[in-house]
């Protein structure tokens, strides 16, 4: 999406976009220059960007994945990135996802999330810290397996 696709449809009730870069099932991914463009967009116009992060290490065929974030000090302050382990790690059942952000939209993020969803179980939780901090390899190991089937299907 180009910024003048995003300056067509922007109005004064524009509060945020949501950004799924890579996507699914595509695998689309925004350059560096486009999430620059993107990016610089929303601080002048103070729009949150919702950065939905969840396929940034499942990319394929030599692309490369830039998260919005780490472009610049204006556009991280302006982010919310979404993730979770459901994707890297195989773990869809286990409901585990987390935000980071400004201290403030978090802090009203967790109150209405307590107040709408129930808490994830102990053993979730213990999951999804050894998916995070334990051996990586197999998630390189199932991106290529995943890289295959797509090259499989998409010659």
Same mark, same amino acid.
């Given at each position: %999406?180009?910024?003048?696709?995003?300056?067509?449809?922007? !109005? +004064?009730?524009?509060?945020?976009?949501?950004?799924?870069? =890579?996507?699914?099932? !595509?695998?689309? @991914?925004?350059?560096?220059?486009?999430?620059?463009?993107?990016?610089?967009?929303?601080?002048? *116009?103070?729009?949150?960007?919702?950065? +939905? +992060?969840?396929?940034?290490?499942?990319?394929?065929?030599? *692309?490369?994945?830039? =998260?919005?974030?780490? @472009?610049?000090?204006?556009?991280?302050?302006?982010?919310?990135?979404?993730?979770?382990?459901?994707? !890297?790690?195989? %773990?869809?059942?286990?409901?585990?996802?987390?935000?980071?952000?400004?201290?403030?939209? @978090?802090?009203? %993020?967790?109150?209405?999330?307590?107040?709408?969803?129930?808490?994830?179980?102990?053993?979730?939780?213990?999951?999804?810290?050894?998916?995070? !901090?334990?051996?990586?390899?197999?998630?390189? +190991? %199932?991106?290529?397996?995943?890289?295959?089937?797509?090259? *499989?299907?998409?010659?």
């Amino acid at each position: %999406m180009s910024v003048a696709q995003l300056e067509a449809v922007r !109005t +004064d009730k524009t509060k945020a976009i949501i950004l799924n870069s =890579p996507s699914n099932p !595509t695998g689309v @991914i925004f350059t560096e220059e486009e999430l620059r463009q993107i990016g610089e967009w929303a601080v002048a *116009h103070n729009i949150l960007i919702i950065a +939905d +992060d969840i396929y940034g290490r499942l990319v394929y065929n030599g *692309h490369r994945f830039t =998260p919005i974030a780490t @472009i610049s000090e204006a556009i991280r302050q302006q982010t919310i990135i979404i993730n979770g382990v459901s994707k !890297t790690y195989a %773990m869809t059942g286990w409901r585990i996802g987390f935000a980071v952000g400004d201290e403030k939209i @978090i802090q009203a %993020m967790t109150q209405l999330a307590s107040q709408s969803t129930s808490n994830p179980v102990a053993v979730s939780q213990y999951a999804a810290i050894e998916a995070l !901090t334990g051996e990586q390899s197999t998630v390189e +190991d %199932m991106r290529q397996a995943f890289e295959k089937r797509l090259n *499989h299907i998409y010659p």
